[in-house]
């Protein structure tokens, strides 16, 4: 898919930011591959999750950080 608008609402990119912000990213970075592999759908099945295929130079996140975002503790 060469061009995709994906218009997402304030609290989505407040919610966005915050997630860049604290697993040490660029907002901009983290959002655009986020969308873009959701809009070309390169997400894969593993044990039953989905999930999407790292993304080149980014940070390995603990199941320690998942847990953190998942709870939104702000921590």
Known sequence: MPNATITVDAALKERLA???SRS???VDEF???LLR????ADVRIERGVATFPRRPGAPTLTA???DRF???TGD
Do not use: N, S
Not at 37 to 40: D, P, S
């Open 70 to 72: 998942a709870e939104d």
């Open 18 to 20: 915050d997630l860049a």
């Open 64 to 66: 320690a950080d998942v």
């Open 37 to 40: 592999r959701i809009a070309e």
């Open 31 to 33: 959002d655009e591959a």
């Open 24 to 26: 040490g990213q660029r």
